[in-house]
């Protein structure tokens, strides 16, 4: 998308990449600052995006956390914190070259 502004690249960048220290909060502070803006659809779009994405990563998280009592989970808790990081990365690349991104797999929750 060339229409829209490096700022709203690097913030996209930076909601994308937040997501692997700080899990929902920084796309979520992103998108409430910006979600009333039309000229930030495409930004807002990146940070509901990342945001949809780190909920679900929060519910797998949940379910491997329970899932630990059987021993699964152990095994779950890398294969997350290594999807996280890796998917998280390829967004913040994409976001930060004005395209946009969406994860592979991630629960729509929030339009």
Known sequence: MSDVSQDDKT???IGHLSGIVAGFIGPLVIWLINKDKADKAWLNGQAVESLNFQITIFIAYMVAGVLTFVLIGMLLI???LLANLILCIMAGMKAN???????PFALRLIK
């Open 11 to 13: 913030m996209a960048m």
């Open 78 to 80: 890398p294969v997350i």
């Open 97 to 103: 070259e004005g395209v946009d991104y969406r994860y």
